[in-house]
């Protein structure tokens, strides 16, 4: 069966310090995957999808980015965290006729 | 522009009732999915039910069940014998070119 893993489950960060969130799927072979972001009682943001290994397309400007070294790695990261990088983030990947698995998520807090 | 829309952003319902949570969305595509995903406090996005657009028969899930109106872009979600488990945001979903557009939410509350 095909499962997805995230983590950490929960960061705190100082401003100006470097980030890298990882997520990697087990059971299934070039998987699309993505990035989302999610304020507090809010909608999913969109940040990064991937149809392949080095393949990435951002949705929002912003100060992260996202790579895909290996088929079921995607890894989310910035160089220096802003205080308006708080937030939930969670990782995807598309599976049959579309429907979405997520990650357990990881709660970011910049300090 | 696809767009998904919730129009209620908050509802409450006592245990054991039936609810229904709304959503409309827009798009010029023939066929598609469209997906109701669940939310409950742990922030676990759950899959609840899935609808492809080329289906006439609404879907169902135990006690969950769409009633999609394809002409009319509405795709709502009804839950039946509510439950205290089902306290939860609720996100109504349309998929378009690898990506999926997400609806704001409704907050749904089951009250004992």
């Known amino acids: 069966s095909q499962t997805i893993h995230q983590w950490p489950a929960t960061l705190v960060q100082p401003v100006g310090s470097p980030l890298s969130l990882e997520c990697t799927v087990e059971g299934t072979s070039n998987p699309n995957l993505y990035w989302y972001r999610q304020a507090a009682g809010r909608g999913l943001q969109l940040l990064f999808y991937s149809v392949g290994i080095g393949q990435i397309s951002s949705e929002v400007p912003q100060n992260l980015s996202a790579s895909r070294p290996q088929d079921r790695q995607f890894i989310l990261s910035s160089k220096k965290l802003l205080l308006s990088d708080s937030g939930f983030y969670l990782c995807?990947?598309?599976?049959?006729?579309?429907?979405?698995?997520f990650g357990s998520g990881t709660r970011l807090t910049v300090v | 522009a696809q767009t998904v829309t919730q129009s209620q952003p908050e509802m409450s319902v006592q245990e054991a009732e039936t609810v229904t949570l709304s959503c409309t969305y827009d798009t010029s595509e023939n066929n598609y999915y469209l997906f109701w995903y669940k939310q409950p406090p742990s922030r676990q996005m759950i899959l609840v039910i899935r609808q492809e657009a080329y289906k006439q028969q609404n879907a169902t899930e135990n006690r969950f069940s769409v009633n999609f109106q394809k002409a009319a872009k509405s795709f709502s979600l009804k839950i039946s014998d509510s439950q205290l488990g089902d306290t939860a945001m609720y996100f109504c979903?349309?998929?378009?070119?690898?990506?999926?557009?997400w609806g704001a939410g409704t907050k749904l509350i089951i009250k004992p």
């Open positions: 995807a990947w598309a599976g049959a006729n579309y429907g979405y698995t």
């Open positions: 979903a349309f998929y378009s070119n690898y990506q999926l557009i």
